[in-house]
């Protein structure tokens, strides 16, 4: 199983930018799908941006399109999400998921621990 960290959150104004890095380990991630997603206050998890192995394909949700960015360094078994123009709203902890085994039913192999994003208005 691939153990994943994240990094990079903090408190940001609005407007302004973050990139958060999940960094793999236990197995390398090169063959595995890889997302982000997150989850607010009171809200449920939300898919966020969704990448294919070798980083050709990436998916996003509305809210993330045109602001966010998912990369992946295989060599470096990390997968990135820069954010920019970031909205109050955007205001969550943050999770990556490696190794997607079901999209219908959202079933990952692995889940980071979350990291906190907070936006200021």
């Known amino acids: 199983q691939v153990q994943l960290v994240e990094s990079g959150g903090g408190l940001v104004q609005a407007g302004g930018s973050l990139r958060l890095s999940c960094a793999a380990s236990?197995?390398?991630?090169?063959?595995?799908?890889m997302g982000w997603f997150r989850q607010a206050p009171g809200k449920e998890r939300e898919f966020v941006a969704v990448i294919n192995g070798n980083g050709a394909t990436t998916y996003y949700a509305d809210s993330a399109k045109g602001r966010f960015t998912i990369s992946r360094d295989n060599a470096k078994n990390t997968v990135y999400l820069q954010m920019n123009s970031l909205k109050p709203e955007d205001t969550a902890v943050y999770y990556c998921?490696?190794?997607?085994?079901?999209?219908?039913?959202?079933?990952?192999?692995?889940w980071g621990q979350g990291i906190q994003v907070t936006v200021s208005s």
């Open positions: 998921a490696a190794d997607l085994r079901s999209w219908s039913a959202n079933e990952w192999g692995s």
């Open positions: 236990g197995r390398t991630i090169a063959s595995y799908s």
